[in-house]
């Protein structure tokens, strides 16, 4: 019943969009049209730790420990196997930004609160940090906030075999001394950031 319900509003969206698109081939001007105001969606604080809860049972390899250090504002700590610790801001059920860093590095400032400005000491979850940023990007659908959520955390579970897999294209386990970092936001498949293109 809920996935019928989220496809009848991401068809209902997509719909939208390909009329807009149409109107603005047909010579409409931008200039005409009233600009749309950026909407921030505002969720009871029950209902985000909710759909956290939710996600963290579905995915038994990665726990997800939610702390509100400054009131509404969500910070999770995830943690994916032995193998990797991000770092997640959230406003309401959108995600800020991700810091990644390895399983045995330090996520904590000197005062005991996560620390958000630290980037990893090793260049490989660097590079997962900067993959997270742009899947973030990638993971927008502001009408569905939680389906973002929960599509942004099951790429991220895909870094459970960050060691373990081969990349896709050219087989190595290694090149220029990384595992494949990149992960498609389709399919999960393992990439270095090379082969990807």
């Not at 193998?83 to 000197?110: C, H, Q």
């Not at 899947?135 to 929960?150: I, T, W």
């Amino acid at each position: 019943m809920e996935l019928q319900y989220h496809a009848g509003l991401a068809s209902g969206l997509l719909n939208q969009q390909s009329l807009k698109r149409s109107a603005n081939q047909m010579g409409v001007s931008a200039k005409r049209r009233p600009k749309s105001q950026p909407t921030t969606l505002v969720l009871p604080p029950q209902y985000v730790d909710d759909v956290i809860s939710r996600i963290d049972r579905m995915f038994p390899e990665m726990s997800i420990h939610l702390s509100r250090p400054n009131g509404t504002s969500a910070m999770l700590l995830v943690t994916l196997g032995k193998v990797l610790k991000v770092i997640v801001v959230m406003r309401s059920l959108f995600i800020d930004r991700t810091i990644v860093k390895g399983y045995n590095e330090n996520v904590y400032t000197e005062g005991g609160k996560l620390d958000i400005w630290s980037k990893s000491s090793f260049q490989v979850f660097q590079k997962v940090t900067d993959h997270a940023t742009t899947a973030l990007l990638h993971y927008q659908l502001p009408q569905m906030p939680d389906v973002v959520v929960r599509s942004f955390m099951t790429w991220l579970r895909s870094y459970i075999k960050l060691f373990q897999a081969p990349c896709q294209r050219c087989g190595k386990f290694l090149q220029d001394g990384l595992p494949p970092t990149w992960r498609d936001f389709r399919t999960l498949e393992a990439f270095h950031d090379t082969c990807r293109q």
